[in-house]
């Protein structure tokens, strides 16, 4: 199975802050990566795709990027409705994998 | 809209089968895979399996020799079967959407279903 590590394991921040989360596979996975969001009792949300693409209705101040190995996911101007946990998954090789997920929180 | 929903028991005993369906709004199961996740307490999202609207599936090599994903386009629901459960078994269970044609991964989400493995 490919591994996917992100860091940090939890974050803190403050309202109108620039956030990064990184994400790293154990083998290439040719940009088959996604970005979730997830909020206590909720399911997941996709929020960018396929490293760098916005999924529809997603805010512009998130952004992807990355190849191979190593992505980031970026949130431009923290909103208070951000604060959530995230979660990488590689999805070019089953079974898909998430990382360990990121806790966003406020500072 | 595409919508799931999760159904099936929230509590399983130890060494029985757990058995849940995922209900998809009428029109929208056919020509897309469908999959099982689900995330222990505390801990990260596992990708159980997918089907193939057609019927084609795909397992988590973990839990394959217990598991078994279905689908029945004319009730527009998939199932989940996982034989001889434990207490490690015990998981919030999703639904979601593998959309391979647009390669956006999961995109759409059922709200989960929390099942419990005791006795």
């Known amino acids: 199975d490919i591994q996917m590590t992100q860091s940090p394991s939890t974050l803190s921040a403050s309202v109108g802050d620039r956030v990064t989360i990184s994400c790293r596979a154990s083998?290439?996975?040719?940009?088959?990566l996604a970005w979730f969001q997830q909020k206590p009792g909720k399911a997941p949300k996709l929020l960018i795709y396929?490293?760098?693409i916005l999924e529809n209705g997603v805010p512009s101040r998130f952004s992807g990027s990355g190849s191979g190995t190593e992505f980031t996911l970026a949130i431009s101007s923290l909103q208070s409705d951000d604060f959530a946990t995230y979660y990488c998954?590689?999805?070019?090789?089953?079974?898909?994998?998430f990382g360990q997920g990121t806790k966003l929180e406020i500072k | 809209q595409v919508q799931l929903e999760e159904s099936g028991p929230g509590l399983v005993k130890p060494s029985e089968t757990l058995s849940l369906t995922c209900s998809v709004s009428?029109?929208?199961?056919?020509?897309?895979?469908w999959a099982w996740i689900r995330q222990p307490p505390g801990k990260e999202l596992e990708s159980i399996g997918y089907?193939?609207?057609?019927?084609?599936?795909n397992y988590n090599p973990s839990l394959e020799s217990r598991v078994s994903i279905s689908v029945d386009t004319s009730k527009s629901q998939f199932y989940l079967t996982l034989n001889s459960v434990t207490a490690a078994d015990t998981a919030v269970y999703y639904c979601?959407?593998?959309?391979?044609?647009?390669?956006?991964?999961?995109?759409?989400w059922g709200q989960g279903i929390r099942v419990t493995v005791s006795s």
């Open positions: 396929k490293p760098n």
């Open positions: 009428v029109g929208y199961i056919t020509g897309y895979y």
């Open positions: 083998q290439n996975v040719r940009g088959y």
């Open positions: 979601a959407r593998l959309n391979a044609l647009s390669l956006r991964s999961f995109d759409y």
């Open positions: 089907i193939f609207y057609s019927g084609a599936t």
């Open positions: 998954l590689q999805y070019t090789s089953f079974p898909y994998t």
